[in-house]
């Protein structure tokens, strides 16, 4: 199968063929279903002539292309309809029946040059459609976010995300003014199911104002200083903010933690999130007990991922020590209850590094940590008698 993408190198078009692809290289092909898809990619630079070829040997149309940010208010007509007949116009010359599928805009029900341009594209593909037999779609697209969204052109998203991830100043005229939002990906699904017959509505928008929108964003930017995750249990903000880390500049991608040292290892906490508690990484020296401490409400996960050793836990109340063997050789995940004092020792001669997930995030003014040796000397002093009257027994019977 031959997929004709007009408009191939604009944000629509860039994560069309990429999802086409599966690797977003022009020309290449990959397996839709059981048939073999090669692209047509149309765009800007592209010669007229390559679109006569096009469509004469293509089997699906996607037509995105188009603009609406011209340098010249005369562009709407020229691109936004001129090219649109065009195209049908081409496609009806080799009597190609190839479905279509056309990117409109909710500017198309509005009074002003640009949705004038994409009503009349509209209208150019419903006749066409109607009159040579041929299946059509029309989306008529919010404002799309998402991956490869341009700043200060496609969406008023992307320009936020693009200003606020730099540390520059945004401007908004009517904070309470309303946008509808599509995330790219839900477009493109719905675009992709017009091709494969199944579900072409793009069931997910998100209605949102101006100021919102700005505020969610900016604390994206606040949430990444402070090691935080959003919320991901809801969809706009798992989404934009997916977009937002796209935004950041090459600078600025990693970030250093902040490391509490001493000669027992060290700590470093990675992720928190609001709901869902926080990751830390925890370094033990070889020969080096860490912990020894309990926690009234707080739970934990402990797995080692590099070095051998063992957890030891004592229920508070109870003389029984529990110990279990980690190593980095053999992942597990140890649960560490509420109510147990615990400790990672390293038996190893390397590092052993620990991942630790707790339950909520460090508060210093309620830590909910309370010092408490797993072995603490009564017991050593218990043990050291039991081992002492063991061995007197052992001569005695010799």
């Given amino acids: 199968m031959k997929i004709l993408v007009t408009g191939a190198g604009g944000f ?9 692809e599966h690797v977003g290289v022009s020309g290449s092909c990959s397996e839709l279903g059981q048939e073999i898809v090669k692209v047509l990619c149309f765009g800007r630079e592209s010669e007229k ?16 292309a188009g603009v609406n940010r011209p340098e010249k208010p005369e562009a709407f007509e020229e691109v936004n309809t001129g090219l649109t007949c065009e195209l049908l116009s081409l496609l009806e010359k080799h009597g190609n029946k190839a479905p279509v599928v056309l990117a409109s805009s909710v500017q198309a029900e509005k ?31 919010p404002n799309i976010f998402g991956k490869w969204c341009r700043p200060y052109y496609n969406s008023v998203a992307a320009t936020f995300c693009h200003q606020i991830s730099r540390g520059l100043p945004i401007h908004i005229n009517n904070p309470e003014a309303v946008l509808q939002l599509a995330y790219i990906d839900d477009v493109i699904t719905a675009m992709l199911g017009a091709l494969t017959g199944g579900d072409h509505r793009i069931t997910e928008t998100y209605e949102v104002t101006v100021g919102s929108l700005a505020e969610k964003i900016e604390g994206f930017r606040e ?16 989404k934009l903010y997916s977009a937002y880390l796209t935004y950041l500049s090459v ?21 928190k999130t609001p709901d869902r508690g926080q990751l830390s990484v925890n370094i033990t020296k070889a020969g080096v007990t860490r912990g020894d401490h ?8 402990f797995l080692v991922v590099r070095g051998t050793g063992r957890i030891r836990l004592r229920r508070l109340g109870s003389d029984r020590i529990l110990e279990y063997p980690v190593s980095g050789e053999q992942l597990e995940v140890m649960d560490i209850p509420a109510g147990y004092t615990h400790a990672l020792v390293n038996d190893g001669s390397e590092d052993m590094v620990t991942l630790i997930w707790a339950c909520e995030i460090f ?11 797993v072995e603490p000397e009564i017991i050593k002093e218990v043990r050291r008698n039991e081992k002492a009257e063991a061995h007197d027994d052992s001569r005695n019977t010799a």
């Fill in 49 to 64: 002539k390559t679109l006569e070829r096009y469509t004469a040997e293509c089997d699906f149309v996607y037509h995105l």
């Fill in 294 to 301: 309990w926690h009234h409400t707080k739970n934990e996960k």
């Fill in 251 to 271: 600078d600025n991608l990693s970030q250093p933690l902040k490391t509490h040292t001493d000669a027992r290892g060290a700590f470093a906490e990675f992720i």
């Fill in 12 to 20: 629509i078009g860039k994560n069309l063929v990429a999802a086409l």
């Fill in 111 to 141: 009074d002003n040059p640009y949705g004038k341009s994409k009503k009349k594209a509209e209208r150019l593909v419903t006749r066409y459609g109607r009159k040579n037999d041929v299946e059509t779609f029309i989306y008529r697209l």
């Fill in 363 to 373: 508060d210093p003014q309620q830590p909910d940590t309370y010092s408490l040796a």
């Fill in 223 to 238: 949430n990444r200083e402070k090691l935080e995750v959003p919320d991901m249990a809801d969809p706009l903000t798992k």
